[in-house]
């Protein structure tokens, strides 16, 4: 229950096409999806987020598109750019009763856009 | 305004020394938790400290220790090192260490190697 699983492992994306990556989650006490990128020596860079309270948040060209009964949670990434490759890490967390700060991360998704 | 840091960068050890890794804290942040990230894969939850408490504590053997200090900053211990901890140690940093929208801030990591 405390898995979240990330799809597609890698992702080729041409210069300014859509890059999505998928994620799914088991556990209904999760309240906080966070999305993170991380570039090669660097650690993890939050870069959008939401709450299962609404179904699509948008910050730039990123966003995040949520579906509660599923249990299910993607980031579209628009006009994709090559400074856009990257390790793409979707996370979830609790924040109530006590939670602390335990993110639960996906495996990953290496995107490469190529110019 | 600096972020999380970490020190060292790289570490090489051998199996069953024991290490020390470091992490200084954004200025103002009084939470520290730290991640386990092996190659290829997400960061791992090892702890939570907050206000010097530890507040919670990963799937990870008693090999594995931490404190934090009265300025914040915090220590991650193992002992007794075996070839499977060699992996990229993630600090992370945030104001008060509820979790959801208390956002976390990585540092760049410290990289062990293990041989």
């Known amino acids: 229950q405390q898995q979240v699983k990330q799809s597609p492992q890698s992702l080729i994306v041409q210069k300014g096409g859509i890059s999505i990556i998928n994620c799914a989650y088991e556990n209904t006490a999760f309240d906080y999806f966070p999305w993170y990128q991380q570039f090669p020596g660097k650690g993890p860079a939050l870069l959008i987020a939401?709450?299962?309270?609404?179904s699509e948040k948008k910050e730039g060209r990123f966003t995040i598109s949520f579906n509660k009964s599923a249990k299910q949670f993607s980031l579209h990434i628009m006009d994709s750019q090559p400074g856009d490759s990257a390790t793409y890490f979707c996370a979830a967390s609790r924040s109530y009763g006590g939670a602390t700060n335990k993110l639960i991360f996906g495996t990953g998704t290496l995107l490469a856009v190529q110019p | 305004d600096a972020g999380v840091t970490q020190s060292p960068t790289h570490l090489i050890k051998t199996r069953g020394q024991h290490v020390t890794l470091r992490c200084s804290p954004i200025?103002?942040?009084?939470?520290v938790s730290w991640y386990q990230q092996v190659l290829g894969q997400g960061p791992q939850f090892i702890f939570q400290y907050y206000e010097k408490e530890e507040r919670g504590r990963g799937n990870f053997p008693d090999r594995f220790s931490a404190r934090q200090f009265p300025n914040y900053s915090s220590e991650l211990n193992v002992n007794a090192l075996l070839l499977g901890d060699s992996a990229l140690y993630l600090c992370a940093s945030s104001l008060v260490g509820t979790g959801g929208t208390d956002t976390q801030y990585f540092g760049p990591g410290t990289r062990l190697t293990v041989l």
């Open positions: 200025s103002g942040h009084k939470s």
């Open positions: 939401i709450r299962p309270d609404v």
